[in-house]
């Protein structure tokens, strides 16, 4: 009676399994493994209980054989376990680098808006200044007019209540000058 396996060697090199975030699939790739440890118990059993019949030739050319594709299945494993170990660590490089990135993009874009911010801060401030310097020189014209119409306003003879009667003793005799006058004519 020979051995059938249902798992051929061409199935195990082109086995793939699905990626996962940190590399391949662990649960498929232990359900993968499961299954060929179980064809190896299988295997074994059917030797141990006495089901295959052959001479010690044979059993040493299926031993080999057997020894043999068990290495092929460990070397897949191993490589199928260092390429998942690869793009997981491929995926983290990539993902620190797009983090990376953000977080310079982020810093420029701070960085612009502080120094757009003081920029508008100065405007301000030369703002503020031309506008307190444009109201000061306003305040003294404003006061030397002011002075200068107090000052006219003291000086008018109105104000003054000797000025005023010199002032009616001057229209009372210019009037009377001028009305004598107008007589005579």
Request: charged share 30%; glycine share 2%.
């Amino acid at each position: 009676m020979s051995i059938k396996f249902d798992i051929t060697p061409i199935e195990i090199k082109h086995k793939e399994f699905k990626g996962s975030l940190f590399g391949f699939s662990k649960k498929e790739v232990q359900e993968y493994l499961q299954l060929i440890s179980a064809q190896m118990e299988d295997l074994i059993a059917q030797k141990d209980n006495g089901h295959e019949k052959a001479n010690i030739f044979d059993d040493r050319a299926q031993s080999a054989l057997l020894n043999e594709q068990l290495q092929k299945k460990e070397e897949l494993i191993s490589r199928t376990l260092m390429q998942a170990e690869n793009t997981k660590n491929e995926i983290l490089r990539n993902a620190n680098q797009e983090a990376e990135n953000i977080v310079r993009s982020a810093e420029l874009a701070a960085k612009k808006a502080i120094d757009d911010t003081k920029q508008y801060i100065n405007s301000l401030k030369h703002h503020y200044e031309t506008t307190k310097e444009i109201k000061r020189q306003f305040l003294m014209e404003t006061h030397a007019q002011a002075t200068t119409f107090v000052k006219r306003i003291e000086q008018d003879p109105l104000m003054d209540k000797s000025k005023e009667s010199e002032m009616d003793s001057g229209f009372a005799q210019a009037s009377h000058i001028n009305l004598e006058q107008q007589d005579d004519k």
